[in-house]
């Protein structure tokens, strides 16, 4: 029986893959989603689990209970290790799955250029345990500060900095700021939580710089009145325990600080390179799979690459960006080309359409784009909260999460501020620091 | 300033070290309360964590956030090391405190017998660590079960075992059952977790000992009903990987599995011996301190033993048991004896007031004692469902877990089913491997 029906595989349950999963619910195929770990993860919202705003279990769901009622779908929680795409198999850590089709969307990681070794230093925010690890990093700085007794090193602890301006670098940067100069402003009796610093250090022109010049503009002054301290045109040099080193046009300065955080780039899952030495296929830059315009590899039209770990140059003009609408077109034209071809139906390349973007500043500020729409703050925010509050996939978290938020927002609580372990996050680092 | 106010210092912010503080608030004195985790720990509702139906941040709240109002307390995150009562020291890993009158309150961790290599597989249930880190491996057991091909193996996988019947251990035993018995009856495709045998095995007569033999029976019935196997004279003669050796009378049996859960025993703080070799004071099997009848240690009326680390004999009866209540009422009998000492006002002995005991047995059922009335099924459900709630410290908790169980309790879902890292866990292994 299962021989007889064509079978998809999907690697990775996140926006990509979960989309491409629930396209194929009612069609003719049996799907295996393969994901190393057991939940589908909002990530938009990590800056909140990172700031102790949410909770890790709000804005992750089981993949099983997301797809429960898919009778054709079966999920897989595995380490994919390879591809062997003569025969059609996906090896695994410890074994392999046969597929018809295959589609990959294995996401990306944190980057750092090169220099993997600032990774120790500077962690990235790409999962829960980045998020966990960024608020221990955070929170642990303020117990320090308040036992320290020399005012360097109070000093130190106090000055928090964010490599990179884009919506993650902005969004912590004006989480950190709420954090220190309003949640935290009595907490602490040695110590004044407001004096913390928080330097957002951006190598380019304006934040949020494919937003509009005016967006990123009302984003800059909003950073400022938070009392985050913006330096653009700034590059980082080096990531040191306890400093980084920026150069602005020749000159070089050496910022102070325990706390760094990365936020300045992203490289495809090391899986991409794989499937690219599997099939032949180019990548880019940033590691990313350059595809073709049905989002197939080259000479594979039973293999698709898509979201973060894919580079598709739409209609033939610049790379679609890595966030999560293009993912999840990408998913729902990959699950459509499926079904398509095996009912010889014609196929069109894929076309992305831009819904819009957006990103927070604070409490209760944002800008949004939306078509030749722009909106700035608390109604920007307000369509923030709308938006992602729709896409949080499962109703309970959707309403925990506002709840959550009402109460945060009206109290300046956080109270998911609790400093708990590493953990996953040291094979993580260990991918990287040997990829 | 601070030279001249009498210095109270607690060492632990759980139970009974924050009622002390708390008790306080509006004293002429000066209160440190030092802890070395960030956070208050509702231990009562960890198996709900354990079990994905709650969140980390549901069931702990800052240490800071709740003292925030209390001007004259101030909050240290630090490690004690030391006591040295002759100067009316704490030492720190990092430094020292001065104290006039010193509250130890440093709770209890899990006691394996001696046997303390068990730990290493059979994890116990005191700290968010330990509950994440049994979600991970029931988790995980399911997820490997799903995949594996040979029955025997994946029948281990299926297997449960949780050592103890006490109320942590009923309450685990009855939330894994409804965990795989309902919660995820559908998510797996190859194997069915109703098929999953939870083992609750108890070295006593019955489960529940400290409850009248009437609900013990209940207790019992209910387990059976949600599809525990239920063990009573059975103790436990080793614990390997994949299995447990247990033994009734004389005869020894082999239970294969994967998942063993220790519920059986708690030992004092380390703290407990370090406070005792420095003053002397004895300590009972257990290692708690053994304190007079005004809750101090002999020959040291200036410090203060409560809680799960200290042995009460109640009006020269038995000692008391490591309850929550206890611990609370300790912490403001501490509280009032040091500000009646300051006043010259004459100090009664420490008198304990029961309030009755509660234990749930899955989804709705429980069973309570208060004062001379007894409950049992939905209504002490509903009773314990209450308590519990008022008694979680901050507003938000309350109302955010009332929802989440709503959520729960009407749709059988347990949405915090994320594995995620082991981490401070490690350290505490240590800790009990060292001891």
């Known amino acids: 029986m299962k021989g007889e029906t064509h079978r998809v595989v999907i690697i990775g349950g996140g926006f990509g893959g979960l989309y491409a999963a629930r396209s194929l619910s009612s069609a003719p195929v049996h799907v295996t ?16 689990v990172a700031t102790g705003g949410l909770s890790p279990a709000n804005i992750a769901a089981p993949l099983r209970r997301i797809l429960v009622r898919q009778r054709n779908t079966e999920v897989v929680m595995a380490d994919v290790a390879d591809f062997d795409p003569a025969n059609k198999k996906v090896i695994l850590h ?10 990959v ?10 220099q993997n070794q ?40 106090l000055t928090f900095v964010i490599v990179g301006g884009g919506p993650t670098g902005v969004e912590l940067a004006g989480a950190i700021a709420e954090l220190s100069h309003n949640t935290m402003k009595y907490d602490f009796r040695n110590i004044n939580p407001a004096d913390a610093r928080i330097i957002l250090v951006d190598a380019g022109e304006r934040v949020l710089a494919p937003f509009p010049p005016e967006l990123s503009k ?33 000159e070089e300065t050496t910022i102070r600080a325990k706390t760094i955080i990365w936020a300045a780039g992203v490289q495809a899952s090391p899986l991409a390179s794989k499937l690219a030495a599997a099939t032949g296929a180019e990548t880019d830059r940033g590691g990313r799979i350059i595809t073709e315009p049905d989002c197939t590899v080259p000479g594979h039209p039973e293999i698709f690459a898509i979201g973060d770990m894919a580079c598709y140059k739409h209609q033939g003009e610049h790379p679609l960006p890595g966030v999560a609408p293009v993912a999840m077109q990408q998913g729902q034209y990959a699950a459509k080309t499926i079904v398509n071809r095996l009912r010889d139906k014609p196929v069109e390349p894929f076309k992305y359409n831009d819904p819009g973007s957006l990103a927070t500043i604070g409490r209760s500020k944002a800008v949004a784009v939306l078509g030749t729409w722009k909106f700035t703050g608390f109604i920007a925010w307000v369509l923030w909260l709308v938006v992602h509050l ?9 309403l925990l999460v506002l709840m959550q938020w009402s109460w945060a927002y009206s109290t300046f609580n956080r109270s998911a501020r609790l400093i708990t372990g590493e953990d996953y996050r040291q094979e993580e680092l260990d991918d990287i620091l040997n990829s």
């Open 118 to 157: 600032w990774a120790k230093i500077a962690p990235g925010l790409k999962s829960i345990e980045d998020a966990t690890e960024i608020r221990r990093k955070v929170l642990s700085a303020f117990e320090q500060a308040e036992r320290e007794t020399d005012p360097k090193i109070r000093e130190e602890l």
């Open 94 to 103: 410890d074994g392999e799955l046969e597929y018809d089709s295959l589609v």
């Open 105 to 114: 969307a294995a996401g990306a990681e944190t980057g750092y250029f090169g």
């Open 218 to 250: 009302n984003a800059h002054d909003e950073l400022v009145k938070l009392g985050v301290e913006v330096h653009n045109h700034h590059r980082v040099g080096a990531v040191k325990e306890d400093s980084v080193i920026v150069k602005h046009e020749e």
């Open 390 to 398: 729709m896409k949080l996939i499962q109703f309970e978290s959707r």
């Open 33 to 48: 989603m393969v994901d190393r770990r057991n939940f589908h993860l909002f990530q938009p919202l990590l800056y909140q």
